[in-house]
């Protein structure tokens, strides 16, 4: 009897290697067949190779599970847990072998996965075995040192030569083994504790993920949010200055607003004797002439007011019912003037100066500064009521590129009326405050100065007094500039001239229409 009776029981050990290596086992048969004190005995049981082996009357038992060079970890467990499971009734070690001290990746796998699914625990009953053929290794490499290191240095070589010998030296070791770290070598309690922390390690391994993953959520979460406050941050800056500009333009507008309109009226009154003394001169002075520019989109009605101005200037009355109808629309620039109030007044109607990209036509803006010599004096915004675009609403902006920033200085807006079912229209000054944003700062820029002009049959009769307003309006627009003309520094006076001269000679030297009225 051994140490602790242990000689007295079959061992089981389970067999951890390649094929190759369990085939260098059974060489070992056949080598030492003589030996009448070493016997050793192969068959199968189920999917396991068995290997009895019988030395000085004590019976050890290799189970083997063939592992295959492919197969996967889950694989190689699955073997080694039916080899383990066979192991009943007797002690349970692990004996791991290698070919020539060569300690391979292959195995270093197998043993990894043995502490994966065994639990470290199992490296308290691992032997390694090394087999060996002709030379033995004199040295050991690093890898297979640090295994050695790992399962206490319990490490056997075996050749075929001196088998009998070192499998005794092997079955002491493995006495020892037992006797120091527990007699029944590994049991089924201490798998399913294995099993049991490898669970646990799993769930706290899981749990951990989920831990990273919700602070990694959480971090990105709040460097989002750092990052939106920052933009809201900019963005209220941003408009707390676009704010503060707005009302400084506001208030320098406004400013600039009241000067102007608390010195009108001593300007009328200064420029009242200028005025008088231009209307003495000869009907050939320049002086006498007064010309406007009527401007706006298509449909705005500026034919229809140019018309009726004419007629209402002239002090006429057509009950013509045609003359009622809406005209064709405006294709080129054309010059009329008819005598009012002392005066000659040249109307110019225009098409529409851009296109629908916003490009000017450079052509039709000299022919209506050419027709408008010696002015242009007054531009007439005609905007109808009712009526007000996206194009109206960036047309102020378009004619300031055109005419020059100072163009809202000698403009009037003219409102023209076509609602002929209303007999009670809306007063223009209730129309005008209920009236879009952009209209009123439209209307604020040229100086609050709008009239009304009703164009329709049904209310033909007020067409008169509000002839005579807007004409009271524009010659004070005049007055206020002393008479002078407004210059549009992109053309000289030269340049329009030839261009006037130019279209005379196009249409035969007819440039305009010359209503021979009598005065208002």
């Avoid at 199968?44 to 189970?63: E, H, K, W």
């Avoid at 099993?195 to 709040?222: C, H, I, N, Y």
């Avoid at 033909?460 to 407004?486: E, M, T």
Wanted: with cysteine; glycine share 6%; proline share 2%.
């Amino acid at each position: 009897m051994s140490h602790n009776g242990i000689a007295d029981m079959r061992q089981m050990m389970v067999v951890i290697s390649t094929v190759e290596q369990w085939s260098s086992l059974k060489s070992l048969q056949q080598d030492n067949s003589g030996d009448k004190h070493l016997k050793l005995t192969f068959s199968s049981l189920g999917s396991n190779q068995v290997c009895d082996l019988t030395l000085d009357g004590r019976l050890i038992s290799l189970l083997y599970a063939d592992l295959k060079q492919d197969m996967t970890e889950e694989g190689i467990s699955q073997a080694l847990d039916g080899c383990f499971k066979s192991c009943t009734g007797g002690i349970s070690t692990f004996l791991l072998l290698i070919q020539g001290a060569h300690y391979t990746t292959r195995e270093r796998r197998m043993v990894e996965t043995l502490q994966a699914h065994f639990g470290a625990e199992a490296l308290k009953y691992l032997v390694v075995i090394s087999l060996e053929d002709g030379q033995v290794a004199d040295t050991l490499d690093d890898a297979l040192l640090e295994m050695l290191n790992m399962c206490d240095g319990r490490y056997c070589r075996i050749t075929s030569s001196a088998a009998r010998d070192e499998l005794r030296a092997l079955l002491k070791m493995v006495d020892y083994m037992l006797a120091e770290n527990g007699v029944t070598g590994y049991t089924e309690a201490m798998l399913a504790d294995a099993k049991r922390r490898s669970k646990e390690d799993s769930a706290l391994k899981m749990l951990k993920q989920k831990v990273q993953k919700v602070e990694e959520e959480e971090q990105a979460f709040k460097q989002l949010v750092q990052k939106q406050e920052k933009r809201r941050a900019k963005e209220m800056e941003e408009l707390k200055a676009r704010h503060a500009e707005e009302r400084r333009k506001e208030a320098a507008d406004k400013q600039q607003y009241e000067t102007k309109r608390g010195s009108l009226e001593e300007d009328v009154i200064s420029q009242r004797a200028i005025r008088q003394l231009k209307m003495s001169a000869t009907d050939d002075d320049g002086t006498k002439k007064m010309t406007v520019i009527l401007l706006g989109l298509s449909g705005s009605g500026k034919s229809s007011a140019l018309n009726l101005i004419l007629e209402r200037a002239g002090n006429q009355y057509s009950s013509n019912e045609s003359s009622h109808k809406a005209p064709q629309p405006t294709l080129f620039c054309e010059r009329k003037e008819v005598f009012a109030a002392g005066r000659r007044l040249i109307l110019v109607d225009t098409p529409e100066l851009w296109d629908e990209d916003g490009l000017e036509n450079l052509e039709v803006v000299k022919d209506c500064l050419a027709l408008s010599l010696p002015g242009p004096h007054v531009f007439l915004l005609v905007l109808q009521v009712g009526r007000f675009t996206q194009g109206e609403c960036e047309m102020l902006g378009q004619l300031q590129k055109v005419f020059g920033r100072d163009f809202a200085e000698h403009a009037v807006v003219l409102l023209v009326r076509f609602d002929c079912d209303n007999h009670r229209p809306q007063r223009i000054n209730d129309y005008v405050a209920g009236a879009h944003a952009t209209l009123q700062d439209l209307i604020r820029k040229c100086g609050s100065r709008y009239y009304e002009l009703n164009v329709t049959k049904s209310q033909n009769a007020l067409s008169y007094p509000q002839v005579k307003d807007w004409l009271s309006g524009i010659n004070k627009v005049v007055a206020s500039h002393g008479g002078r003309p407004y210059s549009v520094k992109r053309f000289s006076v030269q340049e329009l001239q030839e261009r006037k001269t130019v279209i005379g000679e196009r249409k035969g030297g007819a440039l305009e229409g010359n209503y021979l009225l009598r005065d208002a």
